[in-house]
Each structure stands twice: as C-alpha cells, then as structure tokens.
C-alpha cells in the first residue's frame, strides 16, 4: 500500500514511518521541517513532501498533492505536552479538520488519525472505547471533536476511519519533558536524587515500538473500524516503572517520592480495555 503519514519526524511517526517500510509499504512522509526529516535514517527510502498546516490553502487538491495514498496515518499535533492551551482547540483544531476534510473530499479511501486516552477524562478503572468521552482539558476536548466531525463527515463522503487512542509509552526519542527522559537526564548528570510525584498513579504503559507496530496493524486493515484502544490493557503504577528503568540502567539514584503533587488532568487509577485491539492482532 502507499501510506501517506503526517508528523513523520515526531516521537511516534519516526516509528511508524520505519514499521511501515519493514512491512513493505510505500510511504509519502511530510513534517514541518525538511531538515529534521533530512537526518532521519528513512529518508532516503520514502518520498517526502514538507508541509506546514498554517500555510493551508483551500484550492489546492491535497489528495494530488500528497501523491493520491491508499490510505493516510494522521499523527501530526502542535504543542504538547501542553494539554491545557486554548491553541488546541482555537488553532489546531480547525486547521487539522480543514486538511483531513480536503484530503477526503477530493478521494482519501482511508484514514486512521490518532486521538488520546484523556478523551476519556477523569475515568478511573478499566476504560473501553463505548464509554462516554469527557475531556477535561483543551488537548483532549479538540481531539474528541475532531473525531466527531469526521464521524459527520462520513454522512456525505466514503471513506474507512479508524481513530486510534492513544494511550501512554517511551522510549528513544520521547520528549525531553516525559518521566523516564527527565530520569535518564539526572542519571547521566550523576545526580543522587530524582524528585518525582508519590507515583502510586496506575497507567497503560507501552514501549513506543509496540505502538508504531500496532498503529500500523490497525491502519492497514479494515474490519475494526472506529474508536480502538492502543494499550497493554494491564495497569503499572508510574513508581514501579521508575524503580524498574532505574535498575535497568544499574543506576543507583534514589527516588524523591511525593516531591510533586499528583497532575489534576488525569485520575488516579486507569489503563485500557484492549479487545479491540486484540481482535486486529488476532485476524492477522
């Protein structure tokens, strides 16, 4: 297939670009950055076409000029990990919509975009995509209705959607900010101490590799539509995560717990239900 990604040069999209190509697809890469992407060990073997949403223009068929795809992996998103920025739902929102909508309008077959676990809001437990979304934050409240507005779009245009929530990962290349970067960060400066919040928080945690191998299961198939969890399905509080990369590394950093005060986006306790995504990886 000829897979069209967006934010290919992001922490997912770099992996999913390079799962793509494993799999033998054809891939048309774009980001906001040509020199970014010009460093990324795949360059050389998908056609890449910058792009930057602010520069949208309405008269242009973007289905042409992103080389008429087989089917689209959105990933592209401004701004995080700034959940709680009016620029989510002020900018991005309608500047992501605009595209997504010309890109099927004009023919795209196919689109799988990637939403988040925190459409889910303040939830606790086992949480399963027939549950009522209650975004509590702009991030989370522009994904949420940018979902609905393609489920509308589908009234008056044909096209297979699948909508990936994401839930939470790591791994090379995460954002300097994440938990386990801001670890590996103190481990390196020999630090003795890490502070951290109590980490008796419970999440779905998955190494970003497992994600781009599952984003791209779920986006080439075509039996489970709609909203599929991307998750372990087996909650991990975040202390024992820590402990574990910090014995990984054979470090011996001493952990601060209860330095910071738990997030107020998020609850305490909650992973996903991943049937869904069990029934893909079944199928296969």
């Not at 970067?181 to 419970?202: R, T, V």
Request: with cysteine.
């Amino acid at each position: 297939m000829k897979i069209f990604v967006t934010g290919a040069t992001g922490f997912v999209g770099n992996y999913v670009v390079k799962e793509l190509l494993q799999q033998g697809h054809k891939v048309i890469a774009t980001s906001l950055d040509p020199a970014k992407a010009g460093k990324k060990k795949w360059f050389s073997k998908v056609e890449y076409v910058p792009f930057d949403l602010a520069s949208f223009d309405s008269s242009i068929n973007y289905y042409q000029y992103f080389r008429e795809p087989d089917a689209m992996i959105h990933l592209a998103w401004e701004g995080l990990p700034d959940y709680k920025e009016s620029f989510h739902l002020e900018k991005n929102l309608p500047r992501h919509y605009k595209l997504l909508e010309n890109l099927v309008k004009n023919g795209l077959p196919d689109l799988t975009v990637t939403g988040t676990c925190l459409e889910y809001g303040m939830q606790e437990g086992c949480l399963s995509e027939g549950m009522e979304p209650r975004p509590e934050n702009a991030y989370a409240m522009a994904k949420n209705r940018l979902r609905i507005q393609l489920q509308e779009l589908q009234n008056q245009n044909k096209f297979s959607f699948k909508w990936i929530r994401l839930f939470y990962m790591y791994g090379k290349g995460q954002n300097p900010k994440s938990l386990l970067s801001q670890l590996d960060k103190a481990i390196s400066e020999g630090k003795e101490e890490f502070n951290m919040s109590g980490g008796e928080q419970e999440r779905d945690y998955l190494p970003v590799e497992k994600v781009a191998e599952y984003i791209v299961k779920i986006a080439v198939q075509n039996d489970e539509l709609g909203m599929i969890n991307c998750c372990s399905g087996k909650p991990v509080k975040v202390k024992e995560l820590v402990e574990d990369h910090v014995r990984s590394k054979h470090a011996t950093i001493k952990l601060n717990l209860g330095f910071y005060p738990y997030t107020d986006y998020e609850p305490m306790r909650f992973w996903g239900d991943n049937k869904r995504l069990k029934t893909i990886l079944n199928n296969e």
